[in-house]
């Protein structure tokens, strides 16, 4: 296996290869091959997913210099070192399925980075620096033990995916909603009661997931008119105690879906609640013809209990 792994980086190094895939290699330490003499000075992507290594070197930067994707997930790796700042014209780093408890604030001088995944870790808090990446689109941090999220993270002014499911996070920073290119905010599985009332106030975001929050039992105003995840939210409510709650249009009265019951009563007046309504209207009647008429649900400005039936 070594004299494998040696060959494959020097044919690397000989062929000035751009790509080097050393996944899978049973390695418990980064390989001396890649650090000897002048590194790999071509080398722009470094795959070393499913290995058993546990830090990286010091003077990773200054053998690979032109590194613009860095894949190391899943191995054992428990601290983002100082050395990964110097890698300035990265633009990928996964670090998604290690043991990672700190992420050193050198981060933050990645500046060509877009694209950072800390998924599947030990994470207690996110340093500061992280909003000085003002580059970063994606940023996937679930499934560690996030309390809350650093407050200049709506510094990220490119970031479109914000990934924080499966945490302990009991509130969501104001100024998130202040991000401008946002576009898709998950957090389900954490400890949130409430959000922010103008989260959603930006037309760019359109999908938020929130699902499994059961202390959340309303939504703001602004989330109505988009793509939204919030089964098992509320407290739970059991069947046979609970009294089912339906909408009624004229003389149509259509049963809501069953998430209703988890999120509210009918005297919450929570406005997401009308909107799961007309949605379970559209879903009634989409395929409804009746002499080559179709009844289609097409919302207004007016709040969401608010509805035209057009003839076509």
């Not at 390989?31 to 003077?59: H, V």
């Not at 106030?201 to 008119?225: A, T």
């Not at 909408?247 to 509210?264: N, Y």
Request: include cysteine; aromatic fraction near 6%; charged fraction near 20%.
């Amino acid at each position: 296996m070594a004299s494998e792994l040696c060959k494959t980086i020097s044919v690397a190094r000989l062929e000035k290869h751009k790509n080097l895939f050393l996944n899978y290699r049973n390695l418990h330490h980064f390989p001396l091959e890649l650090l000897q003499d002048e590194g790999l000075q071509y080398l722009e992507r470094l795959y070393m997913k499913r290995n058993s290594l546990t830090t990286l070197p010091e003077n990773l930067a200054q053998k690979l210099p032109n590194l613009v994707e860095l894949y190391l997930h899943s191995n054992n790796i428990v601290v983002v070192p100082e050395a990964i700042g110097s890698l300035v014209k990265l633009q990928c780093l996964d670090l998604s399925d290690n043991a990672l408890e700190i992420v050193c604030p050198e981060i933050g001088r990645l500046r060509a980075l877009r694209h950072l995944r800390l998924a599947n870790n030990q994470l207690q808090f996110l340093p500061p620096e992280v909003g000085d990446l003002k580059e970063l689109q994606t940023l996937d941090i679930s499934t560690n033990r996030l309390l809350a999220l650093p407050e200049r993270l709506h510094l990220c002014l490119s970031l479109q995916y914000l990934t924080v499911d499966r945490n302990r996070l009991w509130r969501v920073p104001r100024h998130l909603c202040q991000l401008p290119s946002l576009n898709e905010l998950s957090m389900a599985g954490n400890r949130l009661a409430f959000l922010p009332l103008d989260l959603g106030r930006s037309r760019e975001l359109q999908y938020v997931y929130v699902d499994n929050n059961v202390h959340l039992k309303g939504l703001p105003s602004y989330l109505y008119n988009k793509v939204i995840g919030c089964s098992g939210c509320g407290a739970p409510v059991q069947v046979s105690e609970a009294k089912l709650l339906s909408f009624s249009s004229g003389q149509l009265t259509v049963p809501l879906p069953a998430e209703v019951k988890t999120i509210g009563t009918e005297k919450d007046h929570i406005l997401p609640l009308q909107e799961l309504a007309m949605r379970s209207l559209h879903h009634t009647y989409h395929s409804f013809l009746k002499g080559g008429r179709l009844l289609v649900l097409w919302p207004t400005a007016a709040p969401p209990s608010v509805c035209r039936l057009l003839t076509y």
